[in-house]
């Protein structure tokens, strides 16, 4: 079974443009989250889905990031415009629904450089 | 103060070491807790859930003091392969992770 894939691995852009990061998560799986890891910081929330529904937008860190679930599939995290300090790891993860689900599994992240 | 503080590593230990670590979390309604491993630019994966009683996987060896609001990890006869950063994350509304501690085991 596939794991929890992002696209892209990588992204260099400058102060200003749009990027827009794609997340699919293991089929089957409702819930749907994103995470920042910023150099030298801890793994931080963003926000969660569950199916195409925000369920938690807590940790956007400001109107310039939308995150979009359409059809509750695979996931898009949009940044526009980019600053510089929106560089870093961005992790998607996914889960079922369900008791005793509560492992998340994380795609292997797309590394975002703004300069 | 972090909602999820842990031992600031690294931790450099020689195989066959036991080595423990400690995370603290400020959130007492946190329902659910975690070991994550994480590989220089991997992924987090799971190692283990943390459940009140501990657990053990082989090697690993989890507690959690709820009272205390404290989690540990102990790894016995370090293999080089256990090196990694170890994440500590608590769940109570969203996941909350700790910075890590790097794990070095050497030869």
């Known amino acids: 079974e596939a794991g929890v894939t992002q696209f892209p691995s990588h992204s260099v852009i400058e102060k200003g443009q749009t990027v827009t990061l794609r997340c699919d998560p293991i089929s089957g799986h409702d819930n749907l989250y994103w995470y920042r890891r910023v150099m030298g910081k801890e793994i931080k929330f963003l926000l969660h889905f569950v199916k195409e529904s925000k369920q938690d937008e807590s940790g956007m860190p400001n109107n310039r990031f939308l995150a979009e679930r359409t059809g509750g599939t695979y996931s898009t995290l949009k940044v526009q415009p980019a600053e510089l300090e929106d560089s870093g790891v961005y992790f998607c993860a996914s889960r079922p629904s369900g008791r005793g689900y509560n492992e998340q599994f994380f795609g292997p992240g797309t590394r975002l450089t703004v300069l | 103060r972090k909602e999820v503080e842990q031992d600031p590593g690294p931790f450099n230990v020689p195989e066959g070491a036991t080595v423990a670590f400690n995370c603290t979390y400020s959130n007492s309604a946190s329902q659910s807790f975690f070991w994550y491993r994480q590989d220089c630019r991997k992924e987090p994966k799971l190692l283990m859930s943390v459940y009140s009683s501990g657990n053990e996987d082989g090697r690993f060896t989890a507690q959690l003091n709820r009272a205390s609001q404290y989690i540990s990890l102990l790894i016995r006869d370090s293999k080089l392969s256990d090196s990694a950063t170890y994440l500590c994350?608590?769940?109570?509304?969203?996941?909350?992770f700790g910075a890590g501690t790097r794990l070095t085991v050497k030869p």
């Open positions: 994350v608590v769940n109570g509304n969203d996941m909350r």
